[in-house]
């Protein structure tokens, strides 16, 4: 059972990543003006400005990205995944109300915002962002690509934890 949950979770994390992904690149491709006004920064995508230099930022960013989904968060899951351990919340057949649920979902909202503002705010203390951080901020302009191509303990502390 065990090996069964992690190829799942395996599976549906490749189905996520690669039709994310491809998502935006269509977006990318497309160089729709709708799209484009919303850019964060006023910069050309980086693959139309320096070619050999996006491959070199692109094979990084990947290796980054399946070490940190595959190797890193198998690490953090392997302990929940080979035990029986308990839920730190109800499970019943009852179905909350509307309003119950839109709570929750408000609530946990905050929380996972309100804790990844702190720790990517921690991330630029000078030390953690010359040794950990920088390498997130190796993309000048903010693709799908650049969400978790970043150092292992960075997509711990700051993606991982605050969600």
Known sequence: MYTFMVAVVNVLFWFVLISGNMCFFFIYWLNLPFFEKYKSVDEPWPWETDKNEWNKLFKR??????????????????????????????????????????????????????????????????????YIHKIHHE????????????????YIFGNVVPS
């Open 61 to 130: 960013s990947m290796t980054l990205t399946i070490l940190n989904a595959t190797v890193v968060a198998y690490i953090i899951a392997a302990p929940n995944l080979n035990c029986d351990t308990p839920l730190p919340f109800s499970v019943d057949d009852d179905i909350p109300t509307t309003l119950n649920f839109l709570l929750q979902i408000l609530f946990c909202n905050m929380v996972e915002n309100i804790s990844f503002y702190f720790a990517h705010r921690l991330l630029h203390k000078p030390f953690l962002y010359k």
């Open 139 to 154: 993309h000048k302009v903010t693709t799908s690509l650049a969400t978790i191509s970043t150092h292992p303990l960075e």
